[in-house]
Nanobody, 124 residues
Framework: VQLVESGGGVVRAGDSLRLSCAASGRTFSGGVMGWFRRAPGKQRVFVAAIRGSGNSTYYTDSVKDRFTVSRDNAAITVYLQMNSLKPEDTAVYYC??????????????????WGQGTQVTVSS
């Protein structure tokens, strides 16, 4: 299984970006698909997640009301719509997926599969 991210780039504060992550080889309809990010010099942290069923979403506090996570009906592609971007959102963004049901959606070790990461840079 491969997760391939796209959509990163360099934007100004207040702009929007949409990240995509496509899974090859399987669907995650029974599991969870999520996004993490690693800022320069910091650890990887949870950003958002969505159940493969699409009936629940989760966000870290710093992105609530600005970011929206969604997935396609086949639970093969997960998206992260990022609005009102801030310089502190600058990071490498990673998508992750697990085929298992889990309540621990914010923990990196919940996820079996990871993308290679895409850089998001927000200038002030």
């Amino acid at each position: 299984v491969q997760l391939v991210e796209s959509g990163g780039g360099v934007v100004r504060a207040g702009d929007s970006l949409r990240l995509s992550c496509a899974a090859s080889g399987r669907t995650f309809s029974g599991g969870v698909m999520g996004w993490f990010r690693r800022a320069p010099g910091k650890q990887r942290v949870f950003v958002a997640a969505i159940r493969g069923s699409g009936n629940s979403t989760y966000y870290t506090d710093s992105v609530k009301d600005r970011f929206t996570v969604s997935r396609d009906n086949a639970a093969i592609t997960v998206y992260l719509q990022m609005n009102s971007l801030k310089p502190e959102d600058t990071a490498v963004y990673y998508c992750a997926a697990t085929s298992f049901f889990s309540t621990l959606v914010g923990r990196p070790d919940t996820y079996e599969y990871w993308g290679q990461g895409t850089q998001v840079t927000v200038s002030s």
